[in-house]
């Protein structure tokens, strides 16, 4: 016992002790009534107060939380807390119950919060401050071209673990919040990629603690997404030749790509290329349809690619497409060979080709063919003047199938080949005037407008017959007397279609 106070209105005693002693201290009541039980109070110390470390610092519906550690073994009154402004480090309140505060003047969006936590005792004594805690403060921008959302954020410092790693939760507009990536304790920026355009993307980075639970979130900060689309698909279409010569090349891509060119390659021998049409692109629909002109669809398919350039700078080439390619050619047996190659992307469904054809009076014939077949002959019907000029062309008719799911119906038309068949007379050896074969004449095939002289010789070389119409021919009769059976030769000359040609032989006639 260092003392005895009687004065009932006393709340307080002081006692000198040398420095560098701990004393413990207890009071009890002197009472002097029967039946009372003197009252002892509990022990305390003249130690100083303990600091009360931190266990995080958070943010919490868009204000900073502080969370403690309650000490053990010692009467605390209750807790200041203190945070440090432009003015020092400053009490912003005191909690009298509970081991958590939110500051409400916070502002951990816009900038870092710094706090400390001091304990206080009943005699308003407060403990010495521990390491201060830091809000997590975040900084993004996005980067139009990689389409990504690149966040940079400050260290959670003074755990006294350290931080395990950094989570990264976004969300996308308004869907719920989804766990997009980690780094380690040590990296403080990540990458969101793969966003569209116009998107609304929230996030937030979350610290973890190294061997515990315990975790700290930066602000959600949230932004509508502008960035570039690039050309994800790019598909060419067809390339079909008009009837004048021209080609309409189409093709489709997706369309919400923020294109600045295209580019039209033509090559008739690859990988050689010319480039037939270049153009800013402004507004487009797809699929887009371009004619061009003046490429020689005559000599062999004609392969294009279309090149892309967007905004970024990405150049995008599509697959190669051709033009369908018929080549003919007019046999002396009387029979036009045709073949056709067709060189068809791998999303070109091809149903079947049919063949047209066409002749000198217009008259129209179509045929159709299963897509396996590349030939077909023609056979020419002499007896019919109009197929002396015969004009093809093929249809591959199919379906493109597009990466959007479209499906378009077309059908691609190849280059026109005409082939004439060469006019010819044929003589025969032989005639009996006063039989079925009574006269002497040429069978023309194919012959339309001709200039025509027929000319005939007895064996002495006399001229006994002579025309200038192909459809007069010699009876067999001289001067009105019946030549006499024998050998005679003819020659003939025909001009036609500005060709002449001249026939010569012999015949005999028989009685």
């Known amino acids: 016992m260092i003392a005895t106070i009687t004065n009932q209105a006393q709340s307080s005693y002081l006692d000198n002790v040398p420095a560098g002693q701990t004393w413990y201290y207890f009071m009890k009541t002197i009472v002097n009534c029967p039946g009372i039980t003197s009252l002892q109070s509990n022990t305390i110390n003249n130690l100083p107060l303990p600091t009360i470390p931190i266990q995080v610092v958070s943010v919490s519906g868009g204000f900073a939380e502080i969370k403690w550690n309650l000490p053990s073994g010692f009467l605390n009154l209750g807790y200041i807390i203190l945070k440090s402004t432009a003015n020092g480090t400053v009490p912003i309140d005191t909690v009298f119950n509970g081991n958590s505060f939110i500051d409400l003047t916070s502002d951990p969006a816009n900038k870092q919060e710094i706090y400390y936590v001091r304990a206080l005792d009943p005699c308003f004594n407060s403990s010495v401050f521990d390491l201060p805690h830091y809000t997590i403060l975040t900084k993004e921008s996005i980067d139009p071209c990689r389409q990504s959302l690149d966040i940079e954020w400050t260290a959670y410092e003074n755990w006294v673990n350290g931080v395990a790693r950094y989570d990264v939760y976004a969300s ?39 061997g515990s639970n315990v975790i700290s979130n930066s602000p959600i900060r949230c932004n509508v997404v502008q960035v570039n689309t690039p050309v994800l698909w790019l598909n060419p279409i067809q390339a079909d030749i008009l009837p004048n010569g021209n080609i309409d090349l189409q093709w489709s891509w997706n369309t919400d790509a923020d294109l600045v060119k295209t580019e039209v390659c033509a090559q008739l021998n690859p990988p050689s290329c010319i480039v037939t049409q270049a153009q ?43 033009t369908i390619f018929l080549k003919a050619k007019a046999g002396d047996n009387r029979v036009n060979q045709l073949n056709w190659e ?37 056979e020419v019907d002499i007896d019919r003047p109009d197929e002396q000029k015969l004009c093809y062309f093929v249809i591959a008719e199919g379906r493109v199938e597009l990466p959007d799911g479209d499906n378009i119906t077309t059908s691609i038309r190849s280059n ?22 009574f006269e002497f004449k040429p069978i023309g095939v194919f012959i339309l407008d001709i200039s025509y002289d027929l000319q005939i010789f007895d064996r002495w070389g006399k001229l006994v017959f002579e025309s200038a119409d192909i459809n007069k021919g010699w009876t067999g009769q001289i001067n009105g007397i019946s030549a006499p059976t024998g050998l005679y030769t003819y020659r003939a000359q025909v001009k036609n279609a500005g060709v002449t040609e001249d026939y010569t032989g012999q015949v005999m006639l028989v009685r």
């Open 416 to 437: 026109i080949v005409c082939l004439e068949q060469k006019s010819k007379l044929l003589f025969p050896n032989a005639f009996a005037p006063d039989g079925l074969n």
């Open 342 to 378: 067709f060189n068809s992307p791998l999303y070109f469904n091809w149903f079947s080709t049919r063949l047209v054809t066409t002749n000198i009076s217009g008259a129209i014939n179509s045929q159709l063919f299963p897509a396996t077949i590349l030939e077909y002959k023609d």
């Open 172 to 210: 996308t507009n308004f869907g719920p919040d989804i766990l997009v990536g980690s780094t380690s304790g040590s990296t403080l920026k990540f990458s969101i990629p793969n966003l569209t355009n116009s998107s609304f993307v929230c996030y937030f980075v979350q610290a973890v603690e190294n």
């Open 280 to 322: 800013d692109i402004t507004l487009v629909s797809s699929p887009q349809l371009m004619e061009l002109s003046n490429l020689p669809v005559s000599k062999g398919p004609i392969w294009f690619n279309i090149n892309t350039l967007d905004q970024c700078n990405n150049i995008v080439k599509s697959e190669t497409v051709s």
